[in-house]
């Protein structure tokens, strides 16, 4: 591959459930080599997972299956839960002390 953008379609297809959130981002040995994509978020069913591959480097060289992309799984859910529920202060209340 020279120096340009190229579309990759990923053999992999997603599930999630609805309370859970993929993060995809490029894996360390493409960064390495030169190539890169955008980290994306995706939700719900992707079928299949496609990205935008950007080549920075003269030439590189990727295998069929080669993996570009690693995929980070979040459950929103506990996320939800923990934002709604109020947090008690850990702040330590000064006292003054008086004089006389």
Known sequence: ????SYFIECN????????????IEP???LLRAGGW???IFVRGHVDPVELLL????LQ?????????????LFNIGDMVKSARTPRKSSAAKS??????
Do not use: F, Y
Request: proline share 2%; charged share 40%.
């Open 1 to 4: 591959m020279d120096r340009d």
């Open 12 to 23: 992999e297809t997603l599930n999630l459930g609805a309370d859970q959130i993929a993060l």
């Open 27 to 29: 894996e360390d040995r």
């Open 37 to 39: 994509h955008a980290p």
């Open 54 to 57: 950007t080549v920075g480097v």
């Open 60 to 72: 590189l060289r990727v295998k069929e299956n080669a993996r570009v992309a690693r995929v980070r």
């Open 95 to 100: 006292k003054r002390s008086k004089r006389k």
